[in-house]
């Protein structure tokens, strides 16, 4: 395979290298030049000044070792995603950014939520239920590469007093279920041929 085939293919994955990139530069500038002050900047639920925090809070991490925990599942999941296509990255990634950080501010604990596990949850339930709405043989074989491959990470849901925000991992799986759907219900919609407005002609 040449250059100029290759690169088109590879373009595909610079929005979650920028992604990643991207809480890797906070994390350090936070570390390096505010000593993790840029953390309270985090979901903090029903606080209506905290409303940006479900904007930022993918972007921030408590630690290294936070952060190291979510590079590869991230890296890993949104690849799937923008191997499918830059553009359902990018509607998965915004929409799973505002339905579950606002499920958090919602109903989450009285606590500071940062990091970007909520939107690898999303990734995960999106990819792991995108079988049971599309209906394609790629669809299901995509779903169970996932479970197998991440369907450990489905016990980070189960709720614990620990400081490991559950809520947000459990409302970006949800997410992510909800948005499998409504994708592949549009989807399905764009492919279902428009009623014809023309009545038939039958023959004598």
């Known amino acids: 395979m040449n250059n100029e085939t290759r690169q088109p293919w590879l373009k595909r994955f610079v929005p979650i290298i920028v992604l990643t990139a991207a809480c890797w530069m906070v994390w350090l500038f936070d570390s390096l030049a505010c000593h993790g002050s840029l953390n309270r900047f985090g979901i903090q639920p029903r606080h209506l000044d905290s409303l940006p925090g479900i904007i930022w809070a993918p972007f921030l991490h408590a630690s290294f070792r936070h952060l190291a925990a979510n590079t590869l599942p991230l890296l890993v999941l949104g690849g799937i995603l923008c191997g499918r296509s830059r553009g359902e990255f990018a509607a998965v990634t ?39 709405f599309r ?8 779903s169970i590469v996932c479970i197998l491959a991440y369907g450990g990470m489905v016990r980070g849901i189960i709720p614990t007093r620990t400081p490991i925000s559950w809520e947000s991992h459990l409302t970006g799986l949800i997410s992510g279920v909800v948005l499998a759907w409504l994708i592949g219900r549009l989807h399905r919609e764009s492919r279902e041929p428009a009623d014809s407005t023309i009545p038939s002609l039958r023959k004598p």
Do not use: D, K, N
């Not at 209906?135 to 995509?142: Q, S």
């Open 94 to 132: 915004v929409a799973g950014v505002l339905l579950g950080g606002g499920l958090t501010w919602l109903f989450g604990r009285s606590a500071c939520h940062i990091g970007a596990s909520g939107l690898i949850f999303c990734y995960f339930g999106y990819l792991a239920s995108l079988a049971l």
């Open 135 to 142: 209906r394609t043989f790629g669809a299901l074989a995509l």
